[in-house]
């Protein structure tokens, strides 16, 4: 663990599959902990990861559930060679199974699934109304769909920078929202309409140490994505204040602060697919 953080310390990257890998290993806790809260409620054969991204969601799934077979879908071929990397890697590979599917085009065929886990990833789907109900169709009855979202990037910052003026990271996710950076509704119409009933809805403040190794990539790598996406919009002033905290050295590069946290929330909705005879 140690020296997965400090490899990643001393690289930088704004891959997606980076991104992804260092937000998992930041909020690892807070995922096995969601997790846990999902085995109160479903003793799954199969599980199936929709957007399984470079699976972190396959391989705590696979660790809780270790009778179950996971099977990961994903559009990219890059990020399923990754899961299965990770599957091979962490001793789960008989059990793993990667499919590459757009969900755009619709439910995959893949086994009928007890556990659906779709974190960071329904967003991204264009008719998500259309794609639940295919999903709700698909899954044996009693099934959990579990779907996990973030309210935006998160927050690394005080206000005051000692760069800048005050407010930059408040003011750069306020244009990204209006960019519809990661934007999502209240799932649970969505998941009402399409014939799930749902069960539980967990809000959760993330608040976590800033300055672990992994934690000042992983706010580097943000806030570099945040100045990309954001250079036609954020000021001049903004813009320089941001290259300076996702520089690889200076006194303001949050690889050297010492006043980090990662903060943010998280929004978890638990919904089931009745037996026909309960519906």
Do not use: C
């Amino acid at each position: 663990m140690h020296q997965h953080s400090h490899h990643h310390a001393h690289r930088h990257s704004n891959s997606p599959a980076d991104l992804l890998d260092l937000d998992a290993e930041v909020h690892r806790e807070y995922l096995e902990g969601m997790v846990d809260w999902v085995a109160d409620r479903v003793d799954p054969r199969v599980i199936v990861d929709v957007g399984a991204g470079t699976g972190t969601g396959t391989r705590v799934l696979a660790a809780r559930f270790p009778e179950a077979e996971v099977i990961a879908v994903d559009r990219s071929p890059e990020m399923l060679a990754r899961v299965r990397d990770t599957a091979g890697r962490h001793g789960f590979k008989d059990r793993v199974k990667t499919v590459e599917a757009d969900l755009d085009a619709g439910w995959p065929a893949v086994d009928s699934a007890d556990l659906v886990w779709a974190a960071l990833s329904l967003h991204h789907v264009q008719e998500p109304g259309a794609f639940l109900r295919q999903l709700h169709d698909a899954l044996n009855p009693g099934a959990l769909l579990v779907v996990l979202e973030m309210e935006s990037q998160p927050r690394f910052l005080p206000d005051e920078i000692g760069i800048g003026t005050p407010g930059l990271e408040a003011r750069a996710h306020a244009l990204a929202g209006e960019r519809g950076w990661n934007n999502h509704p209240d799932w649970s119409e969505d998941l009402d309409r399409a014939g799930f009933d749902v069960e539980a809805v967990r809000r959760t403040e993330i608040d976590l140490d800033g300055t672990t190794p992994t934690a000042r990539t992983y706010a580097r790598t943000v806030l570099s994505k945040l100045r990309e996406g954001l250079e036609s919009d954020l000021s001049a002033d903004d813009l320089d204040a941001l290259a300076q905290l996702s520089s690889e050295h200076g006194p303001h590069s949050v690889l050297s602060r010492n006043d980090l946290r990662v903060r943010g929330h998280r929004t978890i909705w638990a919904a089931r697919k009745l037996d026909r005879e309960e519906n």
